[in-house]
């Protein structure tokens, strides 16, 4: 199978190539670069305001030579010394300059990083902006152009000429277009000259605006340190193999599309003293993003879905690991078009590494927040007579960059030959252990209670005779596990590590006609399950902590008869706290088995799922009963209210499925 030359809709090619601007002669170049927004041209606003952009677009084209001609005569050390205020309200100055300095350069890939960093550049300080005055910033580009928040600080018509290139999908849309891998290297030799620079002149020209205001002193913050998760502490194993992209897609699909320039471009980022690790990011992200649109495009035999439209959505490499494709297909994916989509990625493992790291909202997010530009470190340069210089970043994205580029090998290596040497593309995943996805969070929280539990039956404050005794809680077990055996597990990091991928996309195959009660979907019960859990751990690790205390007090001989009747009401509902954290930690393995995860012997997932799904508001009150049994629990600890516990604990009523039988 072959990929498709190009991967842009003929209006999106048409806007970037900037046919208008041949027609045009620019200024001599000595006059004022920045634009005066309030005096654009009616027919520019007209053309913008009713989303006219092709038109709108020739008609700015005198505008964009006159003023990128005029701003050809700035250096990058003139612009430090002399415009530093237009630019200062960017949530990084330095990093303006920085990508000043590449605009020389003829490389077509280099231009498209350059786009890549300056439209994340530019989104994330339009987010800070708007943070600054309403926290409730807008997700995306296209809404934060929309924001009435900076309207009426950047004014309309500023936002107006912005969405021309940044808008929405009949627009320019060079956010869209560049992170989400539609724009090939042959398609970025082919953009005028004038397009990139045109963009810094709309960065100064607001930045004028905004300097005749007072802007509020506090920022948003970044998301810099959500990287410290991904350091090579965290995975001393991860280094460079330096085995070759440029090698591995030799006999790939890929290496028919113009595209393949990117991945040979990537390894050349990693070379030399000092490898450009942000940059070998933002990439790979390009590469990823290829790969699988076209390999799932292919999948679900629908090859149209590879390049850009007006008329839907694009499919996106977010919207496949988060298994949201149905919108752009039209249809729901069917469990064969899956398998071969899956199959066509190689070691699933791989495709878990990118969940983790990609998807999980607890974890870095890789791909949502350097796209964004949420990942920034407010610098400024040191100005020399002659020259600047300022702190380098690259270092801090160099776990990213690496473990991305590893996935890329990994998933190149499924329709590929394995390379003639010991080490293959795939060997680093037996060494990769799930941090972030809410499924290996369960795993670490579930063994984190059993743990405790182990402790707790060896403990000589709490009867061995009594800790068993909870006839209720299996009951309650049966009732809803009927046939589950007493001695269900939680789930393994290796197990996860393999089944991930299956797992996640199982959840998506959910019958369409089932109710819309939030306990039916896998995804969302097991962030309450994790709650839960989480919940239980600081119960049994407050528990823990009191015991401790109860073994020095009986030590000592200084304990007054105040605090020795305290002590024996604590021992006194030790069994029944006990048992409860017994029941909920039995109760989170079946409910893994039976609602999560669905892997019962000689069942399919769908199938062991739908069987134990039937009352399904019952289900969402005994969650909803746990927790706040756990929280009024950790209250009365907390407060040392031992007497109100135990009657507490014996009154709550549990639910239970309405249905006899569940099977």
């Given at each position: 199978?072959?990929?498709m030359?190009n ?6 090619r ?12 620019g ?7 920045l ?20 038109e ?6 005198p ?9 050809a ?13 237009l ?13 000043h300095?590449?605009l020389?350069r ?20 339009l987010s ?15 809404d934060?152009?929309?924001s ?6 950047c ?23 560049i992170w989400?891998?539609f724009?090939?290297?042959s398609?970025?030799r ?15 020209s607001l ?25 090579v ?12 992209l ?24 990693f ?9 070998a ?20 035999g ?9 008329h ?12 949201k ?12 078009q ?9 070691d ?8 983790d790291v990609l998807?999980?909202?607890?974890g ?34 160099k ?7 590893a996935?890329l ?8 030959a394995?390379?003639?040497v ?6 680093w995943?037996?060494s ?18 059993k743990?405790c539990l182990s402790?707790f ?8 005779s ?8 299996e009951?309650l077990?049966?009732q809803?596990f ?7 597990k939680?789930p393994?990091?290796p197990?996860l590590m ?12 959910s ?5 819309s ?6 995804a ?8 839960l ?23 000592s ?10 002590f024996e009401?604590?021992r006194s509902t ?23 995860d669905?892997?019962?012997?000689g ?12 009352d ?7 969650v ?14 907390g ?12 009154s709550?009523?549990?639910?239970v ?5 569940l099977?």
């Amino acid at each position: 199978m072959a990929y498709m030359e190009n991967f842009l809709s003929d209006n999106a090619r048409a806007l970037i190539s900037i046919p208008y601007l041949a027609c045009h002669s620019g200024k001599d170049g000595h006059g004022d670069f920045l634009i005066d927004f309030e005096t654009l041209p009616d027919a520019v606003v007209t053309f913008l305001s009713r989303c006219q952009f092709s038109e709108a677009l020739s008609e700015v084209s005198p505008l964009i030579l006159s003023s990128t001609a005029s701003f050809a005569t700035f250096t990058t050390v003139d612009l430090a010394r002399s415009q530093f205020h237009l630019f200062e309200w960017l949530s990084d100055p330095v990093e303006f300059l920085e990508l000043h300095t590449r605009l020389s350069r003829e490389n077509a890939i280099e231009k498209v990083l350059l786009l890549q960093r300056l439209t994340a550049l530019i989104e994330g300080s339009l987010s800070g902006l708007h943070w600054t005055l309403n926290p409730k910033c807008p997700n995306t580009m296209k809404d934060l152009l929309m924001s009435l928040t900076l309207e009426d600080m950047c004014g309309k018509k500023c936002l107006l000429l912005f969405r021309l290139f940044f808008g929405p999908v009949n627009s320019m849309n060079l956010r869209n277009l560049i992170w989400h891998g539609f724009i090939s290297p042959s398609v970025a030799r082919h953009c005028n000259a004038s397009l990139l620079p045109f963009i810094f002149v709309l960065i100064l020209s607001l930045g004028k605006r905004l300097a005749c205001q007072t802007l509020p002193d506090e920022r948003k913050p970044s998301r810099i340190s959500s990287l410290f998760s991904l350091s090579v502490e965290h995975f001393p194993w991860l280094c460079d193999s330096g085995q070759q992209l440029t090698k591995a897609t030799h006999s790939h699909p890929v290496s028919s599309c113009p595209s393949v320039e990117y991945f040979s471009h990537l390894d050349t980022l990693f070379d030399g003293p000092k490898p450009r690790y942000l940059d070998a990011l933002c990439l790979s992200f390009i590469c990823l993003s290829i790969i699988l649109r076209c390999e799932f495009a292919a999948a679900v035999g629908a090859p149209e879905l590879s390049q850009s439209a007006e008329h839907r959505f694009f499919l996106t490499m977010d919207s496949i690991l988060e298994f949201k494709t149905n919108t752009v297909l039209g249809r729901p994916v069917t469990q064969d078009q899956f398998s071969q989509f899956s199959a066509r990625c190689g070691d699933l493992r791989g495709l878990a590494v990118l969940l983790d790291v990609l998807c999980s909202e607890n974890g870095p997010r890789l791909k949502d927040r350097v796209s964004h530009g949420e990942f920034f470190i407010r610098r400024y340069p040191v100005i020399h007579q002659t020259a600047l210089t300022w702190e380098g970043i690259d270092d801090r994205f160099k776990c990213s960059a690496i473990l991305m580029r590893a996935c890329l090998l990994a998933l190149l290596s499924a329709q590929t030959a394995p390379p003639r040497v010991c080490e293959l593309p795939t060997d680093w995943l037996s060494s990769y252990q799930l941090e972030f996805h809410p499924t290996a969070q369960f795993a670490r929280n579930w063994f984190h209670l059993k743990n405790c539990l182990s402790e707790f039956c060896d403990h000589p404050e709490i009867p061995h005779s009594e800790i068993f005794d909870y006839d209720r809680f299996e009951s309650l077990t049966k009732q809803w596990f009927p046939n589950q055996t007493c001695d269900a597990k939680g789930p393994s990091l290796p197990y996860l590590m393999t089944n991930l991928w299956e797992l996640a996309g199982s959840w998506s195959f959910s019958a369409s006609d089932r109710p819309s009660v939030w306990s039916s979907k896998p995804a969302a019960l097991l962030v309450r399950l994790n709650q839960l859990l989480i919940l239980y751990t600081l119960i049994s690790d407050s528990l823990r902590d009191i015991l401790v205390k109860l073994e020095f007090a009986d030590a000592s001989e200084l304990v007054s008869s105040r605090k020795h009747a305290t002590f024996e009401r604590m021992r006194s509902t030790f069994p029944a706290i006990h048992n409860l954290l017994t029941f909920v930690h039995k109760f989170s393995a079946c409910a893994w088995h039976c609602w999560i995860d669905g892997s019962l012997v000689g069942s399919s997932r769908i199938e062991v799922r739908q069987r134990y799904s039937i009352d399904l508001k019952s289900r969402a009150k005994l969650v909803d009963c746990l927790q706040r049994t756990g929280e009024k629990l950790t209250m009365w600890i907390g407060k040392s209210k031992w007497e109100l516990i135990l009657p507490f604990l014996e009154s709550v009523k549990y639910p239970v499925p309405h249905t006899s039988s569940l099977l």
